[in-house]
């Protein structure tokens, strides 16, 4: 549907049409300031009377088309429902030293921790429609990458742009949970809920991991550790093949405190079918309630008719100019030609006479 947000524009539409038909002023005098024209030969007497004077047909259509233009056309497209219930959650992600460790299996091949988290964490994210989503990345330190959005793609870019060692190789558990925390806090109605996600124990940051968790008790936020890596590796070297275990720095019991503490729940994630469990269960998580919301697309349809006015313009003035060129030219190839024919004659005659 075509709507139009400045309607009250129309009315300047008959504006011209009074003006060309109020009578001519009677003026004998002559003009005491001549005012240069704007395209030259336009006052030549070359001109035919039909070409005097612009056609009113083609002011009034450039005129309404410039009206059309001023009051800004829209196309206002169908309602759109915006979901009215979703989740609001905050995922920390491990960059360490440690996540770049080849232990994970996943469709087949085995790639490291990092590698592994961005093609299983970009699928969760991908399901999450009409849930706010942020994003921290905690190593030494931790920062938030992007704040609370709507906007999956950008969190799912933001995640795949992360490399190792982007915030350091050690783990700051502590400030990672602290941050989130600190973010819940601006916004008075929120499920609270923090999806940690890393493969050590806490090695660096200004607070631990118990002074974070009274925090996220005292906030009422919600805490689903997950806990990456490999039971079992096979290592190659000189003296033949064994069998250790590359997760063994993991802190699983500080993991599962912050999680049930909180009311959450603590995973191991070894392959992609264990997180499938963390889908079904962030599934069952009370939504926040939001009013009811319909948007409609509007797109700007005022440049068609302004492109319409100009082109027309451009062409009549095209028009108006081209017989001038067209006609000077002709008037000096026939002067030149009429003299070329006199000298031919005098030639001639001189031969003669000769």
């Given at each position: 549907m075509i709507e139009?947000?400045?309607?009250?524009?129309?009315?300047?539409?008959?504006?011209?049409?009074?003006?060309?038909?109020?009578?001519?002023?009677?003026?004998?005098?002559?003009a005491p300031l001549k005012m240069p024209t704007l395209i030259q030969g336009m006052n030549s007497n070359e001109r035919g009377n039909n070409r005097k004077k612009t056609p009113l047909s083609l002011l009034a259509s450039v005129w309404l088309l410039l009206v059309i233009a001023a009051s800004q056309p829209q196309w206002l497209g169908e309602a759109v429902n915006i979901?009215?219930?979703?989740?609001?959650?905050?995922?920390?992600?491990?960059?360490?030293?440690?996540?770049?460790?080849?232990?994970?299996?996943?469709?087949?091949?085995?790639?490291?921790?990092?590698?592994?988290?961005?093609?299983?964490?970009?699928?969760?994210?991908?399901?999450?429609?009409?849930?706010?989503?942020?994003?921290?990345?905690?190593?030494?330190?931790?920062?938030?990458?992007?704040?609370?959005?709507?906007?999956?793609?950008?969190?799912?870019?933001?995640?795949?742009?992360?490399?190792?060692?982007?915030?350091?190789?050690?783990?700051?558990?502590?400030?990672?949970?602290?941050?989130?925390?600190?973010?819940?806090?601006?916004?008075?109605?929120?499920?609270?809920?923090?999806l940690l996600l890393t493969d050590g124990q806490n090695t660096a940051g200004k607070i631990t991991?118990?002074?974070?968790?009274?925090?996220?008790?005292?906030?009422?936020?919600?805490?689903?550790?997950v806990g990456i890596g490999a039971d079992v590796m096979i290592q190659r070297s000189l003296f033949g093949k064994r069998r250790v275990n590359p997760s063994s720095e993991?802190?699983?019991?500080?993991?599962?405190?912050?999680?049930?503490?909180?009311?959450?729940?603590?995973?191991?994630?070894?392959?992609?079918?264990?997180?499938?469990?963390?889908?079904?269960?962030l599934d069952q998580l009370e939504p926040v309630e939001q009013e009811q919301q319909q948007m409609r697309p509007l797109t700007a349809l005022f440049f068609y008719p302004l492109a319409i006015a100009l082109v027309m313009t451009f062409l009549y003035i095209l028009l108006?100019?081209?017989?001038?060129?067209?006609?000077?030219?002709?008037?000096?190839?026939?002067?030149?030609f009429s003299n070329k024919n006199k000298q031919t004659s005098a030639s001639l005659v001189g031969g003669k006479h000769g």
């Open positions: 139009f947000a400045l309607p009250w524009v129309f009315v300047a539409l008959p504006l011209p049409f009074l003006v060309y038909w109020l009578p001519a002023k009677a003026n004998t005098e002559a979901p009215t219930q979703g989740r609001e959650m905050m995922v920390a992600v491990d960059l360490s030293g440690s996540m770049q460790v080849e232990d994970m299996s996943l469709n087949g091949s085995t790639v490291n921790r990092l590698d592994m988290l961005k093609v299983l964490l970009g699928e969760f994210i991908e399901r999450r429609v009409g849930d706010r989503l942020g994003l921290i990345l905690f190593g030494d330190d931790a920062y938030m990458q992007t704040p609370m959005t709507f906007d999956r793609k950008t969190v799912q870019q933001m995640l795949d742009e992360t490399v190792l060692g982007l915030v350091g190789k050690q783990t700051a558990i502590g400030d990672a949970i602290a941050l989130a925390v600190k973010r819940f806090d601006e916004k008075e109605e929120s499920n609270r809920v923090l991991p118990d002074q974070a968790l009274e925090l996220a008790v005292a906030k009422k936020v919600t805490i689903y550790s993991l802190d699983e019991d500080t993991l599962t405190q912050l999680a049930e503490q909180t009311g959450g729940k603590y995973f191991r994630a070894r392959s992609s079918e264990d997180m499938s469990e963390i889908y079904n269960l108006l100019n081209a017989p001038s060129s067209f006609f000077s030219h002709s008037k000096f190839s026939r002067k030149k």
